[in-house]
């Protein structure tokens, strides 16, 4: 879309009759990765901005989940199977298994040196290099009763911004950050129904989800 005055212009880029989902754009705007059914399966596609025909990535016969670009936009980080975290070359090329199963929604670093993921069914979050080597746990909620999840990192790549919620109340998820100093943990306001479905609106000031844009506010646990 092009911003001219107080309207927005939008531009088709391609012509694609199949869903597209989990659409994720690269950190330097000019493509845009997703997911889409080939014979029933979903794999891994590639699109740029400037135009033309999506690019399959992906051949298998695992359906995939899309995450994030790696931060230098050369890798598209997915997970398939039993939760496998793989990563596929931007350009095309071998995909590459990242961790082993039992992996949740997976965030790398502004910096690119780590990845940040949850485990043990969202009861926990952690971070790996690149590679997925030197796996170290983060977070654990003291109350049993709470699930976590990643979201994103906020400027300066010192903080996550996460989402918790009651293992009985699945529905509402509330926003919050950890220190990866400290470890401490500060609410900061705001539901979001599905955390894949956010991400940030103004990075550092409020998430977006498709229900809303929500401003963050600091309230310390």
Do not use: C
């Not at 950190?27 to 596609?45: E, H, K, L």
């Not at 470890?183 to 498709?210: C, F, I, P």
Request: hydrophobic share 35%.
């Amino acid at each position: 879309s092009e911003i001219i005055g107080n309207s927005t212009k939008f531009t088709q880029v391609s012509h694609w009759n199949k869903p597209m989902d989990w659409v994720r754009l690269s950190p330097d705007g000019r493509a845009v990765a997703f997911t889409s059914p080939v014979d029933g399966v979903q794999q891994i596609f590639l699109l740029l901005i400037a135009g033309g025909t999506p690019v399959q990535l992906t051949t298998d016969s695992n359906d995939k989940f899309l995450n994030n670009f790696s931060a230098d936009g050369g890798e598209i980080y997915y997970l398939q199977g039993h939760e496998e975290a793989w990563a596929v070359p931007t350009l095309g090329g071998k995909p590459r298994r990242v961790l082993p199963g039992g992996v949740g929604y997976l965030v790398p670093s502004p910096d690119g040196a780590s990845i940040f993921f949850t485990r043990d069914d969202n009861t926990a979050i952690f971070r790996a290099d690149k590679s997925g080597l030197d796996e170290e746990m983060l977070y654990k909620p003291e109350d049993t009763s709470l699930q976590v999840a990643v979201i994103g990192v906020f400027p300066g790549g010192n903080e996550l911004l996460t989402s918790r919620w009651h293992v009985d109340s699945k529905a509402r998820r509330r926003f919050s950050k950890l220190n990866l100093t400290t470890r401490e943990v500060v609410d900061l306001g705001g539901e979001v129904a599905r955390y894949h479905d956010a991400g940030w609106d103004k990075q550092g000031t409020s998430v977006r989800s498709e229900e809303h844009t929500s401003e963050l506010q600091s309230h310390h646990d």
